[in-house]
């Protein structure tokens, strides 16, 4: 859950308290909006193996796999121990260090800048909810098409409820610390399969498993 596409977001997640959760790998850690709604951040999940629900997605993903927003890098290392060509991109050098250090393969760097391999991978990941990356689902989606080979799949976890919003947030630790407010977006299922068909994107599969829920798209 990372990369942004304000400078005031990207500093939020290269900076306390997040980078100090990762380095922790613990929470309490939120998204906060200003009229106090409350979203807990899984730390601990993100910094942990892949659980029953990660593995859905990762028996979903064909060919070399980006994965946008990488955090700490579990699915990154469990794609490189089956055997995939993967890449961890994330603009928070704790989490690529992380990548790192549990044996995947991690680029510092906004999914908005250059990148290697463009429109040649067979899998990009949208997990843990970085479809709300930069609070503009649409081009988020658009840049994946970018990214994406022709016939490749974009696998994405939606929020379960069915929300369509795009908000100002913050993260904060729960003791005092908090970052700059930037933008976030949560769809759901219906929202992001609407954004993604403007997109260029075609639904071809959505699951639910251990209370989390995910679309699987495909050019």
Do not use: K
């Not at 658009?142 to 919003?165: H, Q």
């Amino acid at each position: 859950m990372t990369a942004q596409l304000t400078e005031s977001g990207t500093r939020t997640w290269q900076a306390d308290p997040y980078a100090d959760a990762l380095r922790a790998g613990r929470g309490p850690l939120y998204l906060r909006r200003h009229d106090g709604w409350l979203l807990p951040l899984e730390v601990e999940r993100w910094c942990a193996e892949p659980d029953a629900a990660d593995d859905t997605v990762l028996a979903r993903c064909t060919g070399a796999v980006l994965d946008i927003g990488c955090g700490p890098g579990r699915l990154v290392a469990a794609l490189a121990r089956l055997g995939h060509a993967a890449l961890g991109v994330d603009v928070t050098p704790e989490a690529v260090a992380r990548t790192v250090r549990a044996g995947g393969s991690a680029l510092c760097r906004s999914v908005f800048e250059p990148l290697p391999g463009e429109g040649g991978w067979g899998t990009v990941l949208l997990i843990d909810g970085n479809i709300g990356i930069g609070g503009d689902p649409a081009a988020l989606l658009r840049r994946a098409a970018e990214l994406t080979a022709p016939g490749g799949s974009l696998l994405v976890e939606v929020a379960t409820a069915d929300v369509d919003e795009r908000v100002e947030v913050y993260v904060e630790d729960g003791t005092g610390g908090r970052g700059a407010s930037f933008w976030w977006a949560r769809l759901g299922t219906r929202a992001l399969c609407s954004e993604a068909r403007a997109a260029g994107w075609n639904p071809y599969d959505t699951w639910r498993t251990a209370g989390r829920s995910f679309v699987h798209l495909t050019l």
